[in-house]
């Protein structure tokens, strides 16, 4: 075994490597580490990190309550307008969200650390199972809801405290959406996913259907027929092909897939990986690939980005952990045909790139780089069947600022709505809006009460 | 380099900082401790009268408050004076004298208040060759109870009478530390001069309670279920000491008598600070009790190089250069403005400044400026109250900045006037437009 065996194997490495590999990668803060990070913030009034936050958490007030010592009121601030803080605090690339616009970034170049101290509080309160909120009482509303992601669960969620009745129906086996089969192993350990949407749902009312797919199953205007209203939080189910010359050789990956099985593994060791490793792609699913390759024990991974690196959607943080992992990023290359032996996976030749007037074009000079795996990581795409005639454009879905489609009673939020930010916390507060406009909608048109008693 | 020596009613010192009566002066292991870590002198953990000793609590006997990263900023103690055998502090007290002739040794004293008590305590205290005698009225719990500490030293005639018989039976100095619970410090100063004190020192600790444990419903620290209020110390008491020693400083009637500046010191600014309104040197006791012996160093290099900095070249230099500045607030310049300024390179822009006082204060500062998030002073609002100073997080990021003479105050409208003129001459007081009229 060991990290140099070609070709694309499991048990690479020892197994107690694999255990400290995929541990935490922001280890939980202890209670005197809560309480230090905590007392550097400063409470500022109308707090840029708030504005920052796209759920708008009150974070001075959570801070706050942390540093005197009401974590259990902290976390009932942060689930206020987050019901996933949880996941939020272990996934949200904070360096470009609330801590980026942490004042203490101008005073000395260190925030504070609103994630960490943000899991520290929702850890205390869902060890303990603390429930915040009761159901309001019942309105009679069915809710139909497809997608158990961050998105569909955040409305659910709000959707059950109004007092209307819920149900999710999710294509996967599981519920969470990407928090169980796409957020990178060493961000969520010990199972986290799960218990969150096990807390998530613990408000009651809300009912999930695994394995049924919209399109296959049944369709929108199915659910339109029998639902008062209709919530898509459908993410983005499909991945973008490469249309490359190779493209079906053994060992050419979908990054997506090879992350959900990282995910779904116990102990890491069975999940096979190739020695030489390139990923095609610059956002987060491929540093996620590239990093997971490489903790996998391949010996060399790659990732090849086809423009710049101030290009690239993986935050300085994210490159950062890859560097400090062993990925080597290049730029500038494209991918052009994958070389084959014998079907499988030889190496890959790319194309050096430029700017050309704002234009990427292809430089016409080449290299090969030798691998025995490949992930495409070139981005995800969203697949919409079974929508009738719900409007779409540049294939996403077309909803207002409140997740309103062009469809009466019909709702929409998270990664399959167009002009969203691809993170878990946006898909959070878009599943949240949509609630609050359900909810004002089933206000509206409440028969109101009559005058003559 | 600054010359630190001491000498205070006569008891030389290598350098002005004491520790203070205390758990750290409680025996000979602590005090020789002390004097190699470099303290310049100790005035004694009290000692009581012959007999068996007090008996202290056997649960806790301190609580605390703390800042940021638990930083402790005051103490409060329910400890008494010794506990330990009179003759056996004494037979230290004499040992640690002729090991380190160059350091203060004070012995802090406190008896009942009879005659005969005081009487038969100082011969034997002068025996040891102690530097002088520190009179401990201050102690504001369990020696109050049984009639001493505070006891004594809220009561003006006890005080004058005490110091009165030690005078007259010893021919140490006599030091009288007082008290703070007391609403006028000045009475109890004025008392100790009378009764012929060389010198007071000051202050005690404060009545307290520090904290109550809401488990139980009971004051901390807790004995058994119950507790007491303690005596209070620490960074937290500084400006109530401060002020103590200044009223004291610039009495008619005590102007002049030395003090020994007590209360919170824990930096050599601190130190500075005592001996600017008038301390001849300082005493410590949590800072010491916070962080162990070695903070001395720091106190001795940090007073050392920030004389050499200004030119002070002994303590005279400094000792009382503050004290003409203490004034009454009726006689305060009222023609005097500032304003706040903002410095923009600074500025984290926390915004703590302007919800202080647009909230609290005179909404003199912006929050946005053409929709951009912005906080700068409105001069036409801003009436120097300086608050926005103090809760800004940048140190130096707003200043107060003197408007001078015949610029328009945008505020009132009027050009700044060149002429001093307090409340006693202002048109609103009553008492001047009477004394006019
Ligand atoms: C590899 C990877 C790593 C990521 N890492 C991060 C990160 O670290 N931080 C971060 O903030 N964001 C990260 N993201 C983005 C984040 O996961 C998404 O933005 C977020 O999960 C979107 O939530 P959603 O509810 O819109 O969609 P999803 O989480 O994708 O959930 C959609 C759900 O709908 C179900 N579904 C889809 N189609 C159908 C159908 N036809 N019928 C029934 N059910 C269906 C799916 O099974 C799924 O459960 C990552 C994404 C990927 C791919
Ligand atoms: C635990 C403790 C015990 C004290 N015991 C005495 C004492 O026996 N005699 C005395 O004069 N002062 C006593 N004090 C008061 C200190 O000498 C000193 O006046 C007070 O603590 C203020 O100084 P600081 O702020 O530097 O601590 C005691 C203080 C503490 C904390
Ligand atoms: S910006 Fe930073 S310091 Fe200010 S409230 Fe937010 S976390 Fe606290
Ligand atoms: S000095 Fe007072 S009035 Fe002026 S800006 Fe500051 S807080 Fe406001
Ligand atoms: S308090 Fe200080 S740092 Fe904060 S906004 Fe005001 S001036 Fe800027």
Not at chain 1, 318 to 346: C, F, M, N, Y
Not at chain 2, 178 to 203: E, H, Q
């Amino acid at each position: 075994m060991g990290t140099t065996q070609s070709g694309i194997l499991g048990g690479r490495l020892p197994l107690g490597e694999y255990e400290s590999n995929f541990s935490d990668l922001h280890p939980p803060l202890d209670k005197h580490e809560a309480l230090v990070a905590s007392d550097r913030c400063y409470f500022c009034h109308d707090a840029p990190c708030m504005t920052a936050c796209p759920t708008s958490i009150d974070i001075p007030l959570f801070i706050r309550q942390i540093s005197t010592g009401n974590p259990i009121g902290s976390a009932k601030t942060i689930f206020d307008q987050n019901i996933l803080g949880g996941m939020c605090a272990r996934v949200c690339p904070t360096e470009t969200l609330c801590e980026q616009a942490c004042v203490r970034n101008t005073a000395e170049e260190r925030p504070v650390e609103i994630g960490r101290l943000q899991r520290y509080a929702t850890d205390v309160a869902m060890k303990e199972n603390k429930q915040f909120y009761t159901r309001a009482e019942t309105s009679g509303r069915r809710v139909a809801i497809v997608g158990a992601g961050p998105a569909g669960l955040a409305a659910a969620h709000r959707l059950a405290v109004k007092g209307h009745d819920v149900v999710i129906y999710d294509a996967r086996p599981k519920s969470g959406g990407l928090n169980e089969y796409g957020i990178a192993a060493y961000k969520s350990v010990d199972d986290f996913a799960q218990k969150e949407v096990d807390y998530v749902l613990s408000i009651g009312g809300i009912e999930v259907k695994n394995g049924q797919a919209l399109g296959r199953d049944f369709t929108l205007a199915d659910l339109s027929e029998q639902y008062d209203a209709v919530f898509l939080g459908l993410g983005l189910a499909g991945v973008n092909a490469l249309r490359l010359e190779g493209e079906n050789a053994e060992g050419v990956d979908d990054a997506v897939d090879f992350i959900a099985a990282l995910r779904q593994s116990k102990t890491k060791a069975d999940i096979p990986v190739g020695r030489r490793v390139v990923v095609l792609g610059g956002g987060m699913t491929a540093v996620d690939a590239a990093v997971q390759a490489k903790l996998l024990g391949a010996e060399e991974v790659t990732i090849c980005y086809r423009r710049g690196k101030e290009h690239m959607n993986a935050s300085e943080f994210e490159q950062d952990l890859a560097a400090s992992k062993g990925v080597t990023i290049r730029h500038w290359l494209q991918p052009k045909r994958i070389a084959e032996k014998d079907g499988k996976v030889a190496g890959i030749e790319l194309e050096y790139t430029t700017l050309e007037d704002g234009k990427l074009t292809a430089t016409g000079e080449t290299g090969i780089i030798a691998a025995d795996q490949i992930f495409k990581a070139i981005g995800q795409s969203f697949l919409g069947a079974g929508l009738g005639a719900l409007q779409l454009e540049g294939g996403r879905i077309v909803a207002d600022a409140e997740g309103r489609t062009s469809l009466a009673n019909v709702w929409a939020g998270g990664d399959c709505v167009l002009g969203g930010e691809d993170l878990t916390v946006s898909a959070v507060a878009m599943g949240r809006d949509a609630a609050e406009s359900i909810n004002r909608a089933f206000a509206a048109a409440a028969p109101r009460a009559s005058a003559v008693a | 380099m600054a010359d630190l020596r001491n000498n205070f009613v006569g008891i030389k010192s290598p350098n002005p900082f004491w520790l203070a009566s205390a758990p750290p002066t409680d025996k000979a292991y602590n005090v020789e401790r002390a004097f190699k870590a470099g303290w310049g002198g100790v005035v004694w953990k009290t000692l009581g009268e012959e007999g068996p000793p007090v008996v202290n609590v056997n649960g806790p006997r301190y609580g605390a408050i703390w800042g940021a990263d638990r930083r402790l900023l005051g103490l409060n103690n329910i400890e008494l004076i010794t506990d330990r055998d009179l003759y056996v502090n004494l037979r230290e007290m004499k040992q640690v004298k002729m090991n380190w002739p160059d350091r203060a040794l004070i012995a802090s004293i406190m008896v009942p208040c009879e005659e005969e008590a005081w009487k038969a305590i100082l011969p034997l205290v002068e025996e040891t060759g102690a530097d002088g005698i520190e009179l401990n009225f201050g102690c504001p719990h369990g020696m109050s109870e049984r009639g001493m500490g505070a006891a004594v030293g809220q009561v003006p005639e006890y005080i004058e009478m005490v110091v009165r018989w030690c005078k007259q039976y010893t021919r140490m100095p006599v030091i009288t530390k007082l008290t703070p619970n007391i609403t006028d410090i000045r009475k109890p100063a004025r008392a100790a001069k009378a009764g012929g004190t060389d010198a007071v020192s000051l202050i005690n600790t404060i009545n307290s309670i520090v904290s109550v444990d809401l488990d139980n419903f009971a004051p901390n620290p807790t004995v058994g279920g119950k507790g007491t209020h303690g005596g209070y110390c620490g960074p937290a008491v500084k400006p109530i000491a401060l002020n103590m020693v200044a009223e004291i400083a610039r009495d008619p009637e005590t102007y002049g008598l030395p003090i020994s500046g007590i209360g919170g010191i824990t930096t050599w600014r601190d130190a500075a600070e005592f001996l600017a309104l008038g301390a001849g040197n300082v005493q410590v006791c949590t800072a010491a009790m916070t962080y162990g012996f070695k903070i001395v160093q720091e106190m001795i290099s940090g007073l050392s190089d920030w004389m050499d900095a200004k030119g002070h070249r002994n303590l005279d230099d400094i000792t009382g250069r503050a004290v003409p500045n203490v004034t009454d607030w009726q006689y305060l310049n009222l023609n005097y403005i500032a304003k706040a300024k903002i410095d923009q390179d600074a500025c984290i822009k926390c915004g703590r400044c302007h919800i202080a006082c647009e909230d609290t204060s005179h909404q003199a500062i912006t929050q946005f400026v053409n929709g951009v998030r912005h906080f700068e002073v409105m001069e036409d609002e801003c009436v120097g109250c300086n608050l926005c100073v103090n809760v800004c997080p940048v140190e130096n990021c707003i200043t107060m900045e003197e408007l001078p003479v015949g610029t328009i105050d945008q505020r009132t409208g009027k050009p700044v006037d060149p002429n001093y003129a307090n409340w006693t001459t202002h048109p609103n007081n009553p008492m001047a437009r009477q004394a006019a009229e």
